[in-house]
């Protein structure tokens, strides 16, 4: 059974960072493609960033282009968010999602974690 489990969101100050990890619990990570999506409420989930199976390709949504870094340690089964230069409208539950398909869609991604909230003061 897969499990993914997210961790690191928190409160920030507008301009602050922040590092989100997730850890997947499967027997060959390397073989799926990792994404991290945001779900502000009242919104639909949105893409924000995704990874190949071997950490060479990577794709953003274009509200984060140039402020999050999406990473992976196929060592470890984890997938890494750095974060900076917050906005408020950043603020959302941080998912980290599981797929086959390197993909901007979240019907790509089969397996969920339960979230992490990311809330950006002003």
């Known amino acids: 059974q897969v499990q993914l489990v997210e961790s690191g969101g928190g409160l920030v100050q507008a301009g602050g960072s922040l590092r989100l990890s997730c850890v997947a619990s499967v027997r060959t990570f390397r073989d799926y493609v990792m994404a991290w999506f945001r779900q502000a409420p009242g919104k639909e989930r949105e893409f924000v960033a995704t990874?190949?199976?071997?950490?060479?390709?990577?794709d953003y949504g274009d509200s984060v282009k140039g402020r999050f870094t999406i990473s992976r340690d196929n060592g470890k089964n984890t997938v890494a968010l750095q974060i900076n230069s917050l906005k408020p409208e950043d603020t959302a539950v941080y998912y980290c999602g599981l797929g086959s398909i390197f993909s901007t869609r979240k019907i790509h991604y089969g397996y969920w974690g339960q979230g992490t909230q990311v809330t950006v003061s002003s």
């Open positions: 990874i190949d199976g071997r950490g060479g390709r990577t």
